[in-house]
């Protein structure tokens, strides 16, 4: 009989639904993360007009003809990627340490069993190398997509720029003209920073 003399209030303390006041304040701070973010207003750099990223690495100790040979040696490394169409070194200059190269690649929004759905991408990757540092630029970005069926070639100016691929309110892109501007700078930034753990 002497538990049934236990007040209530004893019992309501193990209550795994009664949650301290400062948790449920601290869950209402919560603010939700755009997952746009990223890719919004001012991702997509332009210079005189055409869209050009770009990005200073540095690299601590290492000598311009260094960072020019790792960086030449990644070039030529990724022309024999799986996802390579065509590439070639068009920029070898060991004297003035700049190297660049054109590639062209498939870009995949979308791959299952019943759907494939990607562009040729092609761009200039160059490399301008300092002792210490090095300018690195992806640029003169262009697509073929649909070339099967209805081909469209494309240029990222008129296509994945703040206007095309973003809409006024800077939440969200574009369907079309947005997974374009994904996926390009998704991809650049996995170049620049491939690039600056090699030169690290």
């Excluded at 209030?9 to 601290?26: G, I, K, Y």
């Excluded at 332009?46 to 960072?67: L, M």
């Excluded at 004297?95 to 590639?103: D, E, K, L």
Aim: charge should be positive; glycine fraction near 4%.
């Amino acid at each position: 009989m002497a538990l049934a003399l236990i007040p209530l209030t004893m019992w309501a303390q193990d209550n795994t639904w009664e949650r301290p006041e400062e948790e449920e304040q601290e869950e209402a701070k919560v603010v939700k993360v755009n997952p746009n973010a990223k890719y919004l207003r001012g991702a997509v750099p332009e210079v005189d007009g055409k869209v050009v990223f770009s990005q200073t690495i540095e690299a601590p100790g290492k000598s311009a003809s260094d960072i020019f040979s790792i960086i030449r040696g990644y070039m030529q490394k990724m022309m024999k990627e799986k996802n390579q169409i065509h590439s070639l070194l068009v920029v070898n200059d060991s004297v003035g340490c700049q190297v660049g190269a054109s590639f062209e690649e498939w870009l995949i929004f979308r791959k299952s069993a019943l759907v494939l759905d990607q562009t040729r991408f092609m761009y200039v990757l160059d490399a301008k190398c300092q002792d210490g540092k090095a300018e690195v630029t992806l640029s003169h970005i262009r697509y073929l997509y649909e070339e099967k069926r209805n081909p469209q070639r494309l240029k990222a100016e008129g296509w994945i720029t703040d206007d095309d691929a973003v809409n006024k309110k800077n939440t969200k892109l574009y369907p079309m003209t947005g997974k374009f501007r994904r996926k390009t700078i998704d991809r650049k930034d996995f170049l620049f920073n491939k690039i600056e753990s090699l030169l690290k």
